[in-house]
């Protein structure tokens, strides 16, 4: 019986590291959701090519507000138009794609006033998106999303701590809220640098773009190296993901050509425990490279 045992033993534990090495395997991130003409939320998950979508934005909330989500020309949320994406989403979790709404963008309304704004926000992420429920029509349906993606670039850098903390607490209520957040490379970020702190956060997709003095240049990578090197040491998250352009028109600055990632960029970051994949702004320039379909293999 001891040897049959013992293999058994091994044959479990060999199977328990496999599975916690495909728990852990990098994947695509993408936004989806400012551009009508980048196809719908199914199509996008059908592709296999990301492990999560980011659903932008959610602009307008905090400071007594009422919020509103804002999905480009996908649908209307004013005539409760976006309620028939709730089949898209359980269409992408069912093929285990994370759905993550993102709160703030580039252009928005939002900031918190104190630490019961953030309260209320949270509250009202729970009830609206997450696992909680509304008396009102829900915006996306009866869908529940895995979790809420922090995309702040203005309004103040107070209380997203307070608001990190409001939403991890939902999760010993049942389903894990999932924590993400796109902060820009320079270290610490300006926004959520504080926030970052807390430990909350599942994975932190760093926006190395439009922002020279960190991201990679005609084949220099020291910026973009160094520039990980501490985001990777400093910030206690789970994973890591480098943010990219998908397309040298989806940014300023900071688009890598597909050889020069998968032969020298990705090559020296890939070996740091919290890496976590890569992130693309966004599916509608995803659509014009076949970016991540270049790079899947590679990440």
């Keep these: 019986m001891a040897p049959n045992l013992a293999i058994s ?26 551009n009508g003409n980048e196809g719908t939320l199914e199509e996008t998950c ?31 949320p004013y005539t409760n138009g976006c309620t028939g994406l709730s089949s898209d989403i ?13 709160i703030g963008g580039g252009a928005g309304s939002y900031y918190l006033t104190s630490k019961e704004d953030a309260r209320q926000v949270a509250t009202y992420l729970w009830n609206n998106f997450l696992g909680g429920s509304s008396s009102t029509s829900r915006p996306l349906g009866d869908a529940v ?35 993400t957040a796109a902060p820009q490379c320079p270290f610490p970020d300006a926004w959520v640098g504080d926030a970052l702190k807390t430990g909350l956060f599942d994975n932190v997709w760093v926006q190395f773009y439009n ?4 991201q990679y240049s005609s084949g220099d990578l020291s910026n973009l190296e160094n520039a990980w090197k501490q985001w990777i040491s400093d910030t206690p998250a789970t994973k890591i993901f480098l943010g990219l ?4 028109a989806a940014a300023g600055s900071g688009f890598i050509p597909v050889a020069d990632l998968t032969s020298k960029v990705l090559p020296a970051i890939k070996g740091s425990p919290k890496y976590g994949g890569v992130m693309l702004w966004s599916k509608y320039y995803d659509d014009q490279t076949n970016y991540s379909s270049s790079i899947k293999s590679h990440v």
């Design 145 to 179: 999303l895995d979790g809420i993606d922090f995309d702040i670039e203005g309004g103040t850098n107070l209380h997203w701590d307070d608001l990190a903390r409001y939403l991890s607490a939902y999760s010993k209520q049942g389903k894990k809220v999932y924590l």
């Design 90 to 102: 359980k269409s992408c979790q069912a093929k285990g794609v994370k759905v993550i709404l993102s």
């Design 46 to 76: 059908a592709t296999g090519n990301y492990e999560f979508v980011n659903l932008a934005f959610l602009p307008t909330f905090g400071n007594g507000q009422t919020p509103m989500i804002n999905l480009a020309g996908h649908c209307d």
């Design 211 to 214: 922002n020279p003095p960190c």
């Design 245 to 248: 352009p998908a397309a040298p």
């Design 9 to 34: 033993l091994a044959f479990l534990i060999s199977l328990s590291l496999a599975l916690q090495f495909g728990a852990d395997a990098a994947g695509i991130a993408i936004y989806w959701g400012q």
